[in-house]
């Protein structure tokens, strides 16, 4: 009998990190670990082939757990996956939606489905995960609450779907990089449109950010996010993470990243992979 290959994602059984590996990965066994740090070790030691990492949500913005993570890794990304987040209440078996008072959830989750929970006259209650909440449930049968989590916490823990779909805004996306151990990840094909991520450290120099990026306008790179973080907690941001639209064997590119290097003590390409077709959607 063979072994599928693994594929490590942070949360629960059940979590939409869970699903994001089910829908894109359906030939790798989806492993969850509780914190990201975790995961992130579980592909570095090779316990997984892959990762399924949430980086940002267009309505909560950017995971920050994860970008400081990323440029002491050690991992490559080698894809991006967008999820349409949908969450649904759920309840224990036979249990109908007049009895329902709470709606339990990890506040976030909570706070995206504030109008429609306040529309069917729930109270909240707050948990750590999503699919948690859902776990817990199945657990502790209470006919008066409700989880709010992804249909396939519903799936797992044996719980009827009561309403679904009753987040707030129908365009809450959330995107994930797909991460390997592996050092030199084979390319893109060159006919698809790529992304280059990569970190740098500017010098500490008057204008030394302003300079760094001269390169990118100048060759016509289109920089889709840059970001900063705080480094050995000192306060002053010279640390940062960047996409740009290319390759790093692209003209434009090419000659940007070598001007970034005069002001710049740390350049690191963490990945090139191709653009996932969401990004096309108007």
């Known amino acids: 009998m063979s072994v599928l290959p693994k594929i490590a994602f942070q949360g629960e059984p059940g979590a939409n990190s869970h699903e994001a590996c089910r829908t894109y990965f359906p030939d790798y066994e989806a492993a969850p670990y509780p914190t990201f740090e975790e995961a992130f070790e579980a592909i570095k030691t090779g316990v997984c082939e892959l990762g399924m990492i949430p980086v940002e949500n267009s309505i909560a913005g950017r995971v920050a757990d994860v970008h400081h993570l990323l440029p ?51 109270n909240t209650e707050q948990a750590g995960d999503t699919a948690g909440a859902a776990r817990a449930l199945a657990g502790h049968p209470d006919p008066t609450k ?13 719980l009827d779907i009561l309403v679904r779909d009753i987040e707030d805004e129908r365009n809450n996306t959330t995107r994930f990089l797909v991460m390997t151990a592996e050092k030199e990840p084979a390319r893109p094909a060159f006919t698809s449109k790529c992304i280059t991520a990569f970190v740098f450290k500017v ?22 996010k840059l970001e900063s973080y ?25 000659l940007a990243l070598d001007e970034l290097k005069f002001f710049t003590d740390r350049v690191e390409i963490l990945g090139v992979f191709p653009a996932d077709p969401f990004r096309d959607r108007v």
């Open 203 to 224: 010098k500490n120099l008057p204008a030394a950010l302003y300079k760094a990026m001269g390169g990118f306008a100048t060759n016509g790179v289109n920089m889709t």
């Open 146 to 158: 409700g989880a709010v989590a992804p249909a396939l916490a519903a799936e797992i823990y044996g």
């Open 72 to 122: 002491d890794s050690g991992l490559k990304i080698i894809g991006e996956r967008f999820k349409p987040i949908r969450f649904n209440l759920m309840v224990n078996r036979g249990v109908t939606l007049d009895q329902v008072k709470t709606a339990v959830s990890m506040p976030i989750a909570l706070s995206q489905c504030r109008k429609s929970i306040k529309r069917l006259g729930l």
């Open 230 to 254: 705080m480094e050995g907690g000192a306060f002053t941001a010279t640390f940062f993470y960047a996409e740009v639209d290319g390759r790093p064997e692209d003209r434009g590119l090419a």
